[in-house]
């Protein structure tokens, strides 16, 4: 059974930095791509970031493009999300996410229970 496992949110202060882990368990997650998505309150969902498992390619949705870094701890089955220069529009819960292939749709196969992170003014 897949479980993802979040960890590392908390309360900054805008133009702070946080780090998100993903501890990823249950399964191999090579050929799996692993990544990032957040949802504030009254907001559709929005995809942050994703990896390959295997070969580590990465992209990342425009709002969070130079200011965050998706990497992938292979030994550690560990996905982190390195957080800089937060603004409070980053506020949100942010989810873990996995699936199949190299990409990461809207409706991803595996999800965890998400994190809260708070960017205060």
């Known amino acids: 059974q897949v479980q993802l496992e979040e960890s590392g949110g908390g309360l900054v202060q805008a133009g702070g930095s946080l780090r998100l882990s993903c501890a990823a368990s249950?399964?191999?997650?090579?050929?799996?791509?692993m990544g990032w998505f957040r949802q504030a309150p009254g907001k559709e969902r929005e995809f942050v970031a994703r990896i390959t498992w295997s070969g580590g390619s990465t992209n990342y949705g425009n709002s969070v493009k130079g200011r965050f870094a998706i990497s992938r701890d292979i030994a550690k089955n560990t996905v982190i999300l390195q957080m800089n220069a937060l603004n409070p529009e980053d506020t949100a819960v942010y989810y873990c996410?996995?699936?199949?292939?190299?990409?990461?749709?809207?409706?991803?196969?595996?999800w965890g229970q998400g994190t809260q992170v708070t960017v205060s003014s």
């Open positions: 996410a996995a699936q199949r292939g190299a990409h990461l749709t809207q409706r991803p196969a595996y």
């Open positions: 249950g399964r191999s997650f090579s050929g799996y791509a």
